[in-house]
């Protein structure tokens, strides 16, 4: 007999009954709903038994390790239906994404709109198969032999760069078997609702020097109606595409000149300026004081710093007399150098330089996406120098610096703490102080986290806050990253009360995390509509008619003088094709002035969020709007 416990509960069982049976004891309900397991903290199939003690917890769609199961069983049936409507297509690989999955497949001719509904139907065939999905080892030989049969090439490459001790597995379901790691759900019956949402390109392993394979991406829910809630997401989601809307905004432009590097126009530089104004106030605020650091600077620097081992690949370099140069990707040893320019004491610290540094990092053409994956962008840096002392003080800060930023915005937000990654430097106790910095930080403010193993910057641990937008997606802005290493590597020093020489300790942080993608984040959230504070164009002027044009310039003009970013629509177009423009152009406020409103002195004014508020005076239509921009109203 084994002894399992059960969320506390110890039960007894044969040895060698499987993790479902287990599940069948407890509840039917268990049984029908339980997707995988996780025994002593690793997950596992439901077919896997059980020879000794352990600690097991079952797994539903409602846990991220269930959800990753459950879609990528139906990557393989994807890969599956590929297989029955077009044998000669040679299977690469099949991950699970956010939100779903996908399979790269190399095949003779592009797959077309009507080939992803068949293989749709063929899926739907397999489903009501009701497939058991079994897994079974081999050794290396055996492993290379099986995939040879099977005709797939991608594989056999997959298993030749397995490390030598490394456990080979396959899952099978009806008459098809794929390499996989696992893990699976026990049957093709349980993947109820599906979708096949496109067809995209993507080199073999990322590299654009191999065969651009064919991208299949899909989504998949244990139900009907979970699915078609995520797919009318979709749908909001594409009305606020921020490429769609940033060229019907005129606020930027991507040009085939400069691929992944965007273009502001006028009004997107409105948009942009705003929110870095807003940033130097609250940074300045905060204690903070501005610098600027060089675009290029040389190959020493940048290997003394390890980015030219550890990030070569995502760098642009020259060369200038001879010499090695790159284009920064990051700004903070530009920042060490500010700091290393003079001496500084303990009286000094904290330091907390600022920095809208444009930084520049290789993508590659595949991954480019509007604003928010670009090959240049502006990032709100900071960087602070403090002692040891400082150092749970100086994140609390930050802490709650982005806090009310984000508040600002009204976005609600969580914390992932991120640790030490494989590819780093430095001494483990260095790792566990920061790490244990940050996380007592986060805690003593009362604020929960998730743990992200492995997943810290290379020279230390980082906490990294994910905005939730109106359609509940999230995006990773900002981040509080803890570096003992960059002080060591680039000997920085402060004079202590001892009189001594010391190492400073150092924060990298930002808040919008990329000026540009914020702002792709931004339209998307509002849509657009961005409250009137942010507005590139906070009010638009109307006049009837030419009668009344020398009138709606000095209304213009006056609201102008008083910093209002408003516009005047002189054109010979009728009244309501102006107002309607001007509402497809999401301005906040369209004043209208006609022969009364000039008689009188006033305005009406139509709202964008409440239609038409009647007529009153102009002083007290600024009263109101001033009101509404200094205090960053959102709800309009």
């Known amino acids: ?47 896997r038994t059980l020879n000794e003690d352990a600690e097991v917890e079952f797994l539903t769609f409602d846990d991220e390790e269930g959800k990753d199961a459950f879609r990528h069983t139906s990557s393989h049936i994807l890969a599956q239906a590929v297989k029955r409507l077009y044998p000669t297509a040679k299977l690469a690989i099949g991950p699970t994404i956010e939100n779903g999955f996908y399979y790269d497949i190399d095949y003779e001719r592009p797959f077309m709109p009507e080939d992803l509904e068949k293989i749709e139907a063929e899926m739907k065939n397999i489903v009501k198969e009701d497939l058991k999905v079994t897994r079974f080892e081999l050794p290396r030989e055996e492993a290379l032999a099986l995939a040879e049969k099977m005709g797939e090439p991608y594989k056999v490459e997959l298993i030749n760069d397995l490390p030598l001790d490394a456990v080979i597995s396959f899952y099978s379901q009806g008459e098809f078997t794929d390499l996989c790691a696992g893990v699976h759900i026990p049957n093709t019956g349980k993947v109820k609702a599906f979708k096949l949402l496109s067809v995209a390109g993507a080199y073999w392993r990322g590299n654009e020097k191999n065969k651009m394979l064919q991208r299949i991406y899909g989504t998949s829910f244990p139900k009907k109606s979970e699915l078609d809630a995520y797919l009318e997401a979709l749908e909001q989601a594409k009305l606020r595409d921020h490429r769609k809307l940033g060229k019907e905004l005129e606020l930027f432009a991507l040009m085939e000149e400069g691929p992944g590097f965007p273009f502001f126009l006028p009004k997107g530089m409105e948009l942009r300026n705003t929110l870095i104004n807003y940033w130097r106030e609250v940074h300045r605020e905060a204690g903070y004081v501005e610098i600027s650091t060089p675009v290029i600077l040389n190959r020493r620097l940048w290997e003394t710093s390890g980015h030219w081992y550890h990030y070569r690949e995502n760098m642009y370099t020259t060369v200038i007399d001879e010499e090695d140069f790159a284009i920064k990707p990051m700004n903070c040893p530009g920042g060490i150098l500010v700091y290393k320019n003079k001496m500084h004491s303990y009286r000094d610290l904290p330091i907390r ?124 802005c900002g981040t509080i990253q803890l570096d003992f290493q960059l002080p060591e590597k680039f000997e920085l020093e402060y004079t202590g009360p001892d009189g001594e020489k010391h190492r400073p300790v150092m924060i990298h942080r930002v808040v919008f995390g990329s000026i540009e993608r914020f702002i792709g984040i931004l339209i ?29 310039k000095d209304v213009y003009k006056k609201l102008f003088d008083e910093g209002i970013k408003v516009e005047i629509d002189l054109r010979s177009e009728k009244v309501g094709y102006k107002i309607r423009e001007a509402q497809l152009q999401k301005i906040p406020y369209m004043l209208v002035v006609g022969e009364k409103e000039q008689q009188e002195g006033k305005v009406s004014v139509r709202a964008r969020k409440e239609g038409d508020r009647g007529m009153m005076g102009l002083d007290d239509f600024l009263s109101e709007i001033k009101e509404e921009i200094r205090t960053k109203r959102i709800n309009n």
């Not at 709100?380 to 915005?409: C, P, R, W």
């Not at 020279?459 to 359609?471: A, I, M, N, R, T």
């Not at 998307?524 to 009138?551: C, D, M, N, R």
């Open 1 to 47: 007999m084994i002894k399992v416990s059960l969320r506390g509960e110890v039960k007894e069982f044969e040895s060698g009954i499987s993790l479902f049976d287990i599940a069948k004891s407890i509840s039917e309900g268990l049984a029908r709903n339980a997707l995988i397991a996780k025994v002593n903290g690793k997950v596992m199939d439901l077919s």
């Open 353 to 476: 330089m600022g920095e809208l540094g444009l930084v520049h990092r290789h993508e590659l053409s595949g991954a480019l996406h509007g604003l928010m994956r670009v090959r240049n962008f502006t990032q709100d840096d900071a960087h602070i120098f403090m002692t040891k002392e400082q150092m749970k003080g100086e994140i609390k800060n930050v802490v709650k610096l982005i806090d009310k930023v984000y508040s600002v915005f009204g976005f609600k937000y969580h914390i992932e703490l991120s640790t030490r990654p494989e590819d780093s430097m430095g001494s483990e106790e260095d790792w566990e102080e920061a790490t244990n910095a940050l996380r007592d930080a986060v805690v003593e403010l009362g604020y929960s986290y998730k743990l992200n193993e492995g997943d810290g910057a290379f020279y230390g641990p980082k906490l990294d806050f994910h905005l939730e937008d109106c359609l509940g997606r999230t995006w990773q």
């Open 524 to 552: 998307e959230h509002f849509a657009g509509a961005f409250p009137t504070w942010l507005a590139p164009v906070q009010v638009k002027v109307i006049p009837i008619s030419e009668k009344f044009e020398e009138y709606a």
